[in-house]
Structures are given as C-alpha cells and as structure tokens.
C-alpha cells in the first residue's frame, strides 16, 4: 500500500511539474512583458526575475534583500514584480499603494520599504511609509482609489493559479518556477 500511495504522489507531482512547464511556457509574454507590472534593475536586462510576492509574507521580507543585491550585484539582471496579496486585506492595501506609487515614479523604493517594514499595513501605516520615501500622499491615495489595480491585482491572481503558485514569494527565472 505504501509504494502504491508514493508511486500516486511521484506521479501527481510529475503531472504537475508538467503542467506547471507548459503554462511557463504559454504565459511568457504575460509574465515578462506586462504594462502594468513594476520592473527594476537592468530594463533591457538579459536575465529576468519574475517575482509572486506579499508585502505582509514574513518569506518575502526575508528575500527581499537578496533581490535587490541581485539587481545592484548582476548588470544583465530585470526583475518583473507581480502584486499577489493573499493574506487579507491589508495586503490588498499595501499592493495597491505600490502599484499607484509607479505614477510618481517611486515604485523601487516604496516597494523596498514595504517589504523592510514590520507595520500591519493599515492604511496609515502605509502612509508614513509613503512619507518616508518621499511620495506625495493626497496624490499616492487618490491614484491608490483607481480600479485598475484591483484588475491588475486579479490578473496576477489568476496567472498564479495557472502557474500553480498558491504561496510567497514565488520566483520564475526562464521556464523554471
């Protein structure tokens, strides 16, 4: 019974592997390419990071850093940031905040504090993190109230799901999650 139930779990995780390579490789233009999703580092970079994250996950605090070396460290390397708040509605807030700071040009560093931040995310903790960085806030809360990011927020949701990433941070770099 034991060998059945390991050759049941060998296969299944085969099978998703393999779905997981081909929706890799259908989704590339949407992973890669995407108007609405913030990029740092070497734009016309060689090498992309595509990263799934949550400005609330304790994991992708912790990564944080080591993206950002990989960026200042690796001049051929492009980050794609993917919005995907999945715990609760402070990690809609945070993200939504990032994704309207893009139009003041302040996404890197807003999205830097965010992550180096151990505040709830309440609307305003999110606000004095904005101050920080040098945001204009009535600005930064009037472009946060647009729907687009709640579209841009779905779209990134639904792409996980097809990719099979259910938690952060989830990274792609080529046809590897």
């Known amino acids: 019974i034991m060998q059945s139930l390991q050759a049941m779990e060998t296969k299944r995780q085969a099978e998703l592997q393999e779905r997981q390579k ?27 990071l595509v990263e799934f994250y949550d400005y609330r996950c304790g994991y992708c605090k912790k990564a944080a850093q080591a ?30 905040a990032a994704l309207a700071s893009q139009a003041q040009g302040k996404h ?13 995310m309440s609307k305003e903790s999110i606000l004095k993190i904005a101050v920080k960085v040098g945001l204009d806030v ?6 946060m109230a647009n729907p687009k990011w709640q579209t841009v927020i779905d779209k990134n949701r639904a792409l996980a799901h097809e990719l099979g990433i259910s938690g952060t941070p989830g990274f792609i770099v080529g046809h590897e999650l």
């Open 138 to 143: 009535k600005r930064l809360e009037a472009d």
């Open 67 to 96: 993206v950002t070396d990989l960026q200042k460290d690796d001049p051929r390397v492009r980050v794609v940031y993917k919005d995907f708040p999945i715990l609760g509605e402070p990690s809609e807030l945070a993200a939504k």
């Open 22 to 48: 081909s929706a890799l490789a259908t989704k590339q233009h949407e992973l890669l390419h995407d108007p609405s999703s913030p990029v740092s580092g070497n734009l016309r970079g060689e090498i992309t």
């Open 108 to 120: 890197q560093a807003f999205h830097e504090a965010l992550l180096a931040s151990h505040a709830d």
